[in-house]
C-alpha cells in the first residue's frame, strides 16, 4: 500500500507538467491572459512551467502526506475492530487473551476510543470541508463541459472530465472505507452479546458498558457522520446538481 501510493503520488503531478507542454493554449492557465507575442515567446513559455511544475508537487505531496497518515491508521485500526475485539467464531487469526477478561476488553476498547476521538479531531473538520469541495468542484467540471461544449477546444474538456472523474473516484474511495469502517464496528458490538462472563459481577457491568459504546465512525460528530449510504447520496448529489444546473441555465 505504501509503495502503491509513493509511486502514484510521484507520478501523477507530471501529467500536471505535460499537460502545459502540450496544450499551453489552456484558460486556466496564467500566460493565456498575456498578450500573443509575449504569450507564445520562448521565455514564457519555458519559465512559466516552474509554475505548475511547483504547485503541482508541492500539492500532491502534501495530499501524500495527510493520505498516508489516514491509510496507515485506518488500516492499523480495522484489524483491532474487526478481529480482536470481536466476539464469536472467527477465520482470522487473533489474541483470545484479550476478549479472555471483561475488565481487559473494556480498558482496551476504551484506549482504541480515545485514540480514535483524537484522530477525528484532527481530520473531522477538513473531511467536511472537502466533502462540499468535492462535489461542487466536480459538479462545476460537469456543468462547465455540458454547457461549453461549443465553444470549448477538445484539450480543456478532456482536462474537465479528468478532474471530475479523478475527484469522484478519490473521494468515493474514502465514503466506502469510512462506511465499511462504520458497519465493522457496530458488529463488533453486537457480538459482545456472545461473551461469557465469569460471574454475575462481570455479566452486570459489561452488559452496562455495552450499552453505553457507540459504534465507532468517521466524520464530525453531530454534523456529519459517513455511512454506508454516504457513497450513492454523493453520486446522487452530482447528478441532481447537474441535472439542475442545466434546467436553469435553460
Known sequence: ????????????????????????????????????????????????????????FGIWQEMW??????????????????????????KHKSS?????????LTAEYRRVEVMHQLFLDIIGSPLLVLQFAFGQ??????????????????PTKLLLILWSLTMQIMWILVLETSGYFREYAKTTLRSWKQLSCASREEKSYFSKFRRGCRPLKIGTGGVFTITRLSSPKFMRSIIRGTFRALLIRK
Open 1 to 56: 500500500m505504501i509503495v502503491m501510493c509513493i509511486l502514484f503520488f510521484s507520478t501523477v503531478p507530471w501529467t500536471t507538467v505535460l499537460h502545459y507542454f502540450l496544450f499551453p493554449d489552456t484558460p486556466i492557465l496564467l500566460p493565456t491572459v498575456l498578450p500573443p507575442r509575449w504569450r507564445y515567446s520562448s521565455l514564457v513559455y519555458w519559465g512559466y512551467s516552474f509554475v505548475p511544475m511547483y504547485y503541482a
Open 65 to 90: 502526506i495527510v493520505s498516508l497518515l489516514v491509510v496507515v491508521y485506518i488500516f492499523s485500526i480495522l484489524p483491532l475492530i474487526n478481529c480482536e475485539f470481536r466476539v464469536g467464531p472467527l
Open 96 to 104: 483470545p487473551e484479550l476478549r479472555s477478561s471483561v475488565w481487559n
Open 137 to 154: 468542484f466536480s459538479l462545476f467540471c460537469n456543468v462547465s463541459v455540458i454547457h461549453g461544449r461549443d465553444s470549448m477546444d477538445t
